[in-house]
């Protein structure tokens, strides 16, 4: 009978269980549906405005690359017209070669209406709208010709007047004509009616976007859209407001179109005030933040339907699984404290018990100690304190998330895990982390109890810092390096091949002149400057990816590369390898390469050193490589001292490189070093032995 009434029973408490389980499983569906839609929402807004921003950003780079590119133009044809000002035909003068050079260079440049020169009265004297012997009249636009005659500098005009010759408005570049000292004449060049226009396309117009360039008087120079109507005439207010207002930015306005549109603009530099102009549509530019908040309406409104649905399973759910879980509870505490206990005393970490009902904590004397608490030490050894009391020694900026993180764990049972730095009796705030969970009551036990461990994770967040600084000045580093190469192709490329192109120009006229011996010397000397070019571009290109390294292996690179700073700093440099010739893997022929060349640059920077070996020695399964320097040293067992704003000390950029690339090959570097006894480097990086290939 007994067994009888025991299996009657089994299946009406499984089916209890069946429907509580069923319960469960409805709430979590709920509790998990409802975060997602919010946060479904929200990330669509996050994105919608991230999409807006990034047009933006697009927006800003587009206008600096046009803007850099008209103006790299516009002082192109100014260097056109500044040679030309040079013309050995304007020294006599001889107006009938100028006139003849001019018709040549307007052939060549097909945006170029005219060519003039007028005298410093204003008075021209060539036009190659008339003939040479016609009488001409006074230049236009006086406005830029008296800018040229007062500053004897280039000039970028403005849209200028109707002319009396070309019957057209049109934009001026002026340069003065100077010989010995005195302003001569004043050569300029008349662009076209759409020039600036075809420039303005040409420079990489976005496709759809409304733009215009501007001068400084405010009037419309070239636009990608109806040129012929607004040619001329003046921009806008808001524009012209926004030019006066800051020299970038942007601004909101409106089209000949009818559409408002959002606009970027930049200032171009060396043109005299003129100013290009992008309008983007607001309409496409706001359209995808519309669309993400009515997202997250929807998802707010089905988000406060499945809570309130959530509340009522969850009252219901957890009045029936209370008292069963209360009393296994009890039970199991006893036991885990013990075993909780004795673990915690070997990890060195602290135990504490918060009570957020009673404003109480109660914790180990270990615990005490990392969070800085001032108590008396109470029975069982635990010190006892205020729960304000414990938020005072925790830093201002971090008390937020830590009372955040306690409302959390409490409100849904969940596990509590933060960080957060604590003031004590330290100079420096010192890093710890709080774990715990709640315990599931009793109805024996309060309500709001967390049981938690603090751990000290000073050491782990100092070293997080030093490495985040020195990614950091890598970063740097890089970007000084492509900056560096970058300053020596413009200076050294850059001039030489300007010298050869005014070479050039001369070797035409010396042939015009027939005179053979001129030419054969400045051909001789053409060709030493493009020798010197190909010889800077072959120093670029070594210094960004020496080629003997792909080509001919590490011993090569090696010796070219010792070979080359030897002679360019004047040091002794001595080369040796050991072992058998044979290649390595390019990774690790790359990394040896690298920390060869940073080792270098630190003998260069600090070592004043007169001579340096390098040996690279291939055993059967590693590569040693000790780079060995006579310089002055230093003390290896030297720390950095700490900056006086308290930040982390920074680490010797060179030395940290060379280990962050050798611990990717799993490798070891070695620093033998003392005070004027040199230092040497043993760098072993294991490879793959030749049985195991």
């Known amino acids: 009978m007994m067994i009888r009434r025991t299996g009657n029973a089994d299946p009406v408490g499984g089916h209890q269980l069946s429907r509580g389980n069923g319960r469960t499983f409805i709430a979590l569906v709920f509790a998990a549906a409802i975060p997602v839609m919010l946060l479904s929402g929200w990330v669509a807004t996050l994105m919608a405005q991230q999409q807006r921003d990034l047009g933006r950003s697009a927006a800003v780079a587009s206008t600096t690359r046009v803007a850099e590119r008209v103006a790299s133009d516009i002082a192109a044809q100014v260097a056109v017209l500044e040679a030309e000002a040079a013309s050995s035909a304007l020294d006599r003068p001889d107006l009938a070669a100028f006139y003849t050079e001019a018709q040549r260079l307007r052939q060549a440049h097909p945006l170029w209406e005219t060519v003039e020169l007028a005298g410093p009265d204003g008075v021209q004297v060539v036009n190659l709208l008339r003939a040479l012997d016609e009488t001409l009249g006074p230049t236009a636009d006086r406005k830029s010709f008296d800018a040229v ?23 001026a570049l002026r340069v003065p004509v100077i010989r010995d000292g005195l302003l001569r004449y004043v050569l300029s060049v008349r662009l076209a009616t759409n020039a600036v226009s075809s420039i303005l396309r040409d420079a990489g117009a976005p496709e759809g976007w409304v733009g215009t360039i501007v001068d400084s008087d405010g009037n419309t120079i070239a636009r990608t859209r109806a040129e012929a109507e607004e040619f001329g005439h003046p921009a806008s207010a808001a524009l012209q407001a926004a030019i006066r207002r800051a020299p970038q930015g942007f601004y909101n306005g409106s089209t000949l179109e009818g559409s408002n549109v959002e606009v970027v603009y930049r200032t171009l530099q060396d043109t005299g005030g003129w100013s290009v102009h992008f309008g983007m549509p607001v309409a496409a530019l706001n359209a995808p933040v519309a669309r993400s908040y009515y997202v997250l309406a929807g998802g707010s409104v089905v988000s406060i339907a499945l809570a309130l649905g959530l509340v009522g399973l969850v009252g219901r759910d957890m009045a029936q699984r209370r008292a069963g879980e209360q009393a296994r509870f009890a039970l199991a505490l006893q036991s885990s404290e ?65 009372t955040g993180a306690l409302r959390c764990s409490l409100a849904d049972s969940g596990p509590l895990d933060v960080e957060f730095r604590v003031v004590g009796s330290e100079p420096d705030p010192r890093w710890v982390r709080l774990t715990g969970r709640v315990p599931r009551m009793h109805q024996d036990f309060p309500v709001g109890l967390i049981y938690g461990v603090v751990s000290d994770i000073e050491p782990r967040k100092r070293a997080e810092a030093e490495r985040l600084e020195l990614l950091r000045r890598l970063g740097e580093a890089q970007e000084n390096e492509q900056r560096r190469i970058a300053r020596e192709l413009h200076d050294q490329v850059g001039q030489t091949v300007t010298g050869l192109s005014l070479g050039l120009k001369s070797l035409e006229r010396i042939l015009a002149e027939g005179t053979p011996e001129a030419a054969e010397r400045q051909v001789q000397w053409l060709q030493a400057l493009a020798g010197e070019i190909g010889r800077d571009i072959h120093r670029a290109a070594v210094d960004l990816r020496p080629t003997a390294l792909d080509d001919l292996g590490l011993r090569e690179a090696l010796a070219t590369l010792l070979r080359e700073w030897s002679k360019r700093h004047d040091i002794r440099a001595d080369l040796e390898f050991l072992g058998d010739a044979l290649r390595i893997p390019p990774a690790i022929e790359t990394a040896l390469y690298r920390i060869v060349q940073e080792a270098l640059t630190n003998v260069l920077k600090h070592a004043r050193a007169a001579t340096v070996s390098v040996s690279v020695e291939h055993r059967p399964d590693e590569i040693r490589v000790i780079i060995e320097d006579d310089g002055v040293g230093f003390d290896p067992e030297g720390v950095p001292k700490q900056p006086p704003d308290g930040s982390p000390a920074k680490p010797r950029l060179g030395l940290s490189g060379i280990r962050e690339r050798l611990s990717l090959l799993e490798g070891t570097l070695t620093l033998e070093a003392s005070p004027e006894y040199g230092t040497t480097l043993f760098v072993s990086v294991p490879v793959q032995s030749r049985s195991a290939a």
């Open 149 to 171: 005659v007062r500053t004897q500098q280039a000039v970028v005009g403005g849209i200028g007047p109707i002319g009396s010759i070309s019957g057209k408005r049109l934009v």
């Open 338 to 402: 013990e075993q909780g206990a004795v673990a915690v005393e070997a990890a060195e970490l602290g135990t504490l018990r918060w009570d957020v009902g009673h404003g109480k904590v109660t914790g180990s004397a270990r615990a005490a100690q990392l969070l800085g608490w001032k108590a008396e030490e109470q029975d069982r050894g635990e010190i006892q304190t205020g729960a304000d009391e414990v938020l005072e020694v925790v830093r201002p900026e971090d008390r937020a998330r830590l």
